[in-house]
């Protein structure tokens, strides 16, 4: 699949969820049954913490969050706003300045690159001269045979994700390429 195509399946993928409304059908289990009601009462308590279907990533908090950091990028004010007016100024923001959002794309692209090399030396796939599809459909073919060694993958990230919000890890300062500064008076 081509880029192009990539970020047009990107884009209404982002739109369908931004347009999406969760719907919970009422159970039909009987109400004289205490069990069901306990196991109803804990699916619903899982749903409301962002468990149960899926990674729990595309809620509304979830969605609000990650158009809040778009519009971050564009300029755009986000204090009081929901999902529908951010989602508006953003595309307005994006036929405004279409080079801003190709560099936004080219980012992302290429932070999704460095996460699936990062996935493929954990599961020990060579990555040189593979093309991110290639690489794509190895990683993939690796985590369906080892389930389990991925959740083991994803488990860490995601505790260095949470320590690193939280602010318990340093961030990785970036090398710019100079000596580092030495204070006054320092003979180091």
Known sequence: MTWRKQGLALGIAASML???????????????????????????????????????????????????????YFGIETDGK??????????????ANPQKWESFKAEHR??????????????????EGKSVEQLHKEVKAARELNPDKWRAFIMEKRAQHDASKRGNLPEQPKDSGQPPKQEKGSNA
């Open 82 to 95: 929901d999902s529908k007016q951010l989602f508006e100024e953003i595309k307005a923001a994006k036929k």
């Open 18 to 72: 931004l347009t999406a409304v969760p719907v919970f059908a009422a159970p039909s289990a009987p109400s004289g049954a205490p069990e069901a009601d306990s196991n109803h009462q804990a699916e619903q308590s899982q749903q409301a913490e962002g468990w149960g279907h899926g990674h729990g990533r595309h809620d509304e908090r979830h969605q609000l969050e990650r158009l809040r950091y778009i519009a971050n």
């Open 110 to 127: 290429a932070k999704f690159e460095e996460r699936l090399k990062e996935a493929a030396r954990y599961f020990n796939i060579p990555t």
